[in-house]
């Protein structure tokens, strides 16, 4: 399968691959990409061979990952799908010590033996932050560039810190994975429209009519900032012609 255009190492720009879960979220995603010319990565969730993800939907783990990642790799192949790995281990937000940074040599053995399109790295990235920012190696970031060739994915775009976006773009960076921040501003939008209104509630107008008294509008514009935001700081806007 070819490799699609925006995967390319060197191409100056990142773009996101954005969680939406459902169809406000969606259309967030979208209207704010469509006037920034700005092409995305529109995600619904995935399934994952993470041991915490497996036990939480009763699935029995493989009894070799690297295995099993280069069976599904292969299974693609005549598909119009890309198959993206992680290695090391992002801690999630507020974990003190469960943290495994990505080692190069081993990227670089995995991405041989698995033949994955695309390796999200773990450099110091943390998952679901939405206050503060994570702080990040770009020394082993450089050094996994330099052991492998395949584009390179981050995790954990909500707390990436936004002054080296740039520059773990410019070392090979094609794409960030973004959820976190944005069903923080939905809810907070959402919440804050809810406080203000009258205890006598019109339920059609409320909900769903999309007129101005839809209270989940707000939340889908808030949404709709965030992903913007993103977009110009990945440096996407412009780019889909």
């Known amino acids: 399968m070819e490799v699609p255009f925006w995967f390319v190492k060197g191409a100056g720009y990142a773009l996101g691959y954005f969680e939406a879960w459902d169809v406000y979220s969606m259309e967030a995603v979208a209207e704010a990409a469509?006037?920034?010319?700005?092409?995305?990565?529109?995600?619904?969730?995935?399934?994952?061979?993470?041991?915490?993800?497996?036990?939480?939907?009763?699935?029995?783990?493989?009894?070799?990952?690297?295995?099993?990642?280069?069976?599904?790799?292969?299974?693609?192949?005549?598909?119009?799908?890309?198959?993206?790995?992680?290695?090391g281990r992002l801690p999630y937000y507020g974990e003190d010590d469960s943290c495994v940074l990505a080692d190069p040599e081993q990227a670089a053995d995995f991405v041989s033996a698995t033949g994955v399109d695309c390796l999200a790295v773990s450099i110091g990235n943390?998952?679901?932050?939405?206050?503060?920012?994570?702080?990040?190696?770009?020394?082993?970031?450089?050094?996994?560039?330099?052991?492998?060739?395949?584009?390179?994915?981050?995790?954990?775009g909500s707390g990436f810190p936004t002054d080296v976006v740039r520059a773990v773009v410019e070392v090979g960076v094609s794409l960030f994975h973004v959820g976190s921040i944005m069903k923080r501003r939905f809810f907070e939008e959402t919440r804050s429209v809810l406080l203000k209104r009258s205890e006598t509630v019109d339920y059609q107008a409320w909900v769903g009519s999309r007129k101005?008294?839809?209270?989940?509008?707000?939340?889908?514009?808030?949404v709709q900032d965030a992903v913007r935001r993103k977009l110009c700081l990945y440096g996407a806007a412009g780019r889909h012609t």
Not at 52 to 67: E, F, K, T, V
């Open 34 to 87: 469509e006037p920034e010319q700005a092409p995305v990565v529109l995600g619904f969730g995935g399934m994952m061979m993470e041991s915490a993800w497996l036990d939480r939907y009763g699935i029995d783990p493989p009894s070799c990952r690297m295995s099993a990642t280069a069976t599904l790799r292969r299974n693609l192949s005549d598909m119009p799908m890309i198959a993206e790995a992680e290695l």
């Open 212 to 222: 101005d008294e839809d209270f989940l509008l707000p939340g889908k514009h808030a």
């Open 126 to 156: 943390v998952h679901l932050c939405t206050d503060g920012e994570s702080t990040v190696d770009l020394n082993r970031l450089r050094a996994i560039r330099s052991a492998l060739d395949v584009p390179l994915v981050i995790h954990g």
